[in-house]
């Protein structure tokens, strides 16, 4: 069986029509209609680069390190997949993959396309001359950053100038050339519907009448980033929110109009008999929902709760309730393509495809590396605390800078080489955060904290994810820093 993994960044699942969502999205109805959609499928860790290493190694790695390079001891699924026979291919425009802090990603494919130049990318340094007024607004709030990203995109002249087309024509043509191989894996990345959410027409239009030249399409989020949030916050109006979330639309509809192209040639090829097709994301994207943009912790559903559907043939259509994470994506690619490679923390989905069982984990357990955890089940999340002032440390074999109090060694389960253990500073405030309790079903959009009126719920999911995280290995002082112990 060939696979195609569609992974689109900072993609909503409240957006799109699989799950009744607010932008019109055709193609993703498209693959739907033949897959299975998966309701409770959630992140392992966030942001991007740490989501991209659990997708390609099957490990969990928020409570292990965060931002990063690919691991030596990480069995890349690239390297699985060509071990199973399979060409493989990476086709992306997301830039940092070509940054030396997320290096050993694309390395490993037989075939890499990237299309340059999205947000930051260390691209184009012209002088620059009349800079447009929406780029003033984004440089107002993330000093030089609109400006970076325009010299960039000031020559783009319609939507097949922008990125998320470049890719998925990129991704098409690659079809056209490579389909008939016995037995192939294409890796397809979008980087929209990520910021900055610059759309061209018709989609910049296509869910509002406000003119971009008076809004920021790139509001500051993460304070801790450019310490902008907070003022932001202070002057901005609802049209302001109302606006971005416009052009996030817009950017969704972009790129489910070119995602058809690329099912049109699974169409003309009649790859749908021999392919197994995946749809997913990174991590979602708060929108102004909580007074918050970005993804960031604690990680309310906006951010955690992610899309996933899966296409594959013999597989019947429907929707799928088990509670599934990241991890699961790479073994159950793998099995598709029949590589023998066990995942380290995931779990292939391929028993559930086939019928074969309806449990597949008792919760979800995601987060971001130095705050807290989170743990999902069908009828609850539950936020940890977390306490800055406990120790942090950071396992990996690659040193990114040299910390006083680095030691080396057997840290991490079933890893028989040293890594370095390196001690790091608070990343999240001074003060313990607080715990969070949500009712899944009677409080979808986590309005309404329950913590105090619902002992019970609280001391289960405590217990199970303390039972997830011993099972895993996770570091002694974790359970410290999210005041776990007993």
Known sequence: MNVINILIDSLNRH????????????????????????????????????ARRELMSGRKEFFWRGWGPMEPFDTHIASA??????????????????????????ERFDCVRMIRGHELDMYSTDVLENVPAWVSNIDKWRPGLGSRYYNNVKDFKDENDFFSPKTLKEASDWLDANHSHEKFFLWVECFDAHEPFH???????????????????????QDGYCGHSDKWWEQATQKDVEFIRSQYKGKVAMIDAHLGKLLDKMDKYGLWDDTMVVLTTDHGHELGEKGRFGKQPPNYDQSAHIPLVICAPGIKAGRQKAIAT???????????????????????????????????????????????????????????????????????????????????????????????KMPRRNQHGSMPYPELLFDRICDPG????????????????????????EAEGVPEEQFRRLMLEE
């Open 15 to 50: 957006m799109i029509g699989p799950y009744g969502g607010e932008v019109p999205t055709p193609n993703m109805d498209r693959l739907a209609d033949r897959g299975v959609v998966f309701e409770n499928y959630f992140i392992g860790s966030a942001p991007c680069m740490p």
């Open 81 to 106: 997949a060509k071990s199973a026979g399979a060409v493989t291919a990476m086709i992306t425009d997301h830039y940092h993959y070509w940054e030396n802090s997320a290096h050993g990603y694309f």
């Open 199 to 221: 759309v061209p027409e018709p989609y910049a239009s296509m869910f509002t009448d406000e003119k971009p030249e008076d809004y920021n399409c790139w509001p500051p989020y």
């Open 326 to 420: 990241a991890v699961d994506v790479y073994p159950t690619i793998l099995e598709a393509l029949g590589a023998k490679t066990q995942a380290p923390h995931g779990r292939s989905l391929m028993p559930l495809l086939r019928g074969e069982t309806e449990k597949h984990r008792d919760a979800a357990v995601y987060g971001m590396f130095g705050a807290g955890a989170t743990i999902s089940d069908l009828c609850h999340t539950y936020h940890t605390g977390w306490d800055n002032s406990a120790p942090l440390f950071e396992y990996s074999a690659n040193m990114a800078y040299i910390s006083p109090g680095t030691e080396s060694g057997l840290y991490i389960p079933g890893i028989n080489c040293p890594v370095w």
């Open 446 to 469: 986590q309005n309404e904290n329950i913590l105090q009126e619902n002992p019970g719920a609280r001391a289960k999911m405590r217990e199970i994810l303390r039972r997830e995280m």
